[in-house]
Nanobody, 123 residues
């Protein structure tokens, strides 16, 4: 499956943003689809994941409840909605797809990756 992220851009602190991850050359079923982010000089970090065919979600606690991952059946995307954005949320955001019985948080556990979309939050 080929993943394509969209929705990144330049926003102000306190703004909200919706990122979308679309699938081409395949479907999200039966994958686990996750969002990661990577700021300059840091490791790629897990944000949230959803199991497409069950529609259940998992989150990293570092998001502080500001991020919501969801399945968009109309657009056939996995969306990451972010609210009350802060300057420290500035990063390249990636979606990834993988399989497994448990939700992996390590980037190496995911087989497919998108090219990333830049989110820049100005203070």
């Amino acid at each position: 499956v080929r993943l394509i992220e969209s929705g990144g851009g330049l926003v102000r602190s306190g703004d909200s943003l919706r990122l979308a991850c679309g699938a081409s050359a395949g479907t999200f079923d039966p994958y686990i689809v996750a969002w990661f982010r990577q700021a300059p000089g840091t490791e790629r970090r897990f944000i949230a994941a959803i199991r497409w065919n069950v529609d259940s979600a998992w989150y990293d606690e570092s998001g502080g409840g500001r991020f919501t991952i969801s399945r968009n059946n109309v657009e056939n995307t996995v969306d990451l909605r972010m609210k009350n954005l802060k300057s420290e949320d500035t990063a390249v955001y990636y979606c990834a797809a993988g399989t497994g019985d448990v939700i992996p948080r390590a980037p190496g556990s995911y087989e497919y990756w998108g090219q990333g979309t830049q989110v820049t939050v100005s203070s």
